[in-house]
């Protein structure tokens, strides 16, 4: 007799199965057990509803993805990883478009779960190593959302495409136009960004702050943390006349 785990990914796998060849109208409970051999009441039993279905095969899709994105190694650029890490991101969601469209297009209710923060630490760690590197021009959390809000509305706008009008050249072009906005380049310091280079060096010294073996006390590393993030995030328009 199966277990009820071994039964629980059956009948996600049906219902992935479903999503992905017919679309999420064709995810009904009696297409699903059906596909998966079970009655119906057992999908109620180990999901609750519906809903709780496609949170899990959403869940499912973004165990897949986070399996390619942890497998890439760590380079010793960290733009680059980042601009690999952008691009995994939408051959995921233009090979997967039925799943990405449940999981970022149309999720359904409570369906931010644990693997969608997941998710969002892998993309933060990204980040965060290009601040450690002093590359970063903007906060490490302003930079995560702008690449994951650009990130999504490219793969979305892929997806919704027809395919034989889709520009796969708008994704690296996005892709480079956000790097640029929120990155410096190896080398390059106040020549290159004079307005933007306090703002980089207060980003690079915020990463690595907690890392420090310097003796403060909570209350200096805490003023000392809003101090920098005050600089990291100052406008460098904003001082002049």
């Known amino acids: 007799m199966a277990s ?9 796998q049906a219902a992935a199965d479903l999503l992905r060849n017919h679309g999420r109208t064709a995810v009904t409970t009696r297409a699903v057990s059906t596909a998966a051999e079970v009655q119906p009441p057992t999908i109620y039993r180990l999901f609750g509803d519906m809903n709780g279905l496609l949170n899990a095969v959403a869940a499912d899709g973004f165990t897949r993805y986070l399996a390619r994105k942890v497998a890439q190694p760590a380079s010793p650029d960290p733009v680059e990883d980042l601009r690999n ?30 693997t969608a923060r997941e998710a969002r630490r892998v993309l933060l760690t990204l980040v965060h190593r290009v601040a450690e590197a002093g590359r970063l021009v903007v906060g490490v959390e302003q930079a995560a959302d702008m690449v994951h809000a650009a990130g999504t509305g490219v793969t979305l706008s892929l997806i919704r ?6 520009d796969l050249s708008l994704s690296a072009r996005t892709r480079e136009a956000i790097i640029a906005a929120i990155t410096s380049g190896p080398g ?10 306090p703002a980089r060096r207060a980003i690079a010294l915020r990463s690595v702050l907690d890392r420090s073996g310097a003796e403060f006390s909570e209350g200096e590393r805490i003023l000392l943390g809003e101090l920098l993030t005050r600089l990291a995030d100052a406008d460098p328009g904003a001082g002049g006349l």
Request: hydrophobic share 25%; proline share 5%; no cysteine.
């Open 85 to 114: 890490g952008w691009n995994l991101h939408v051959e995921f969601g233009v090979e997967n478009p039925a799943h990405y469209l449940l999981m970022y297009g149309d999720s359904v209710p409570g369906g931010d779960g644990e």
């Open 4 to 12: 009820r785990s071994d039964t629980r990914q059956k009948v996600v």
């Open 161 to 166: 495409a027809d395919p034989g009008r889709r």
């Open 188 to 197: 390059d310091g106040a020549g290159a960004d004079g307005d933007r280079e």
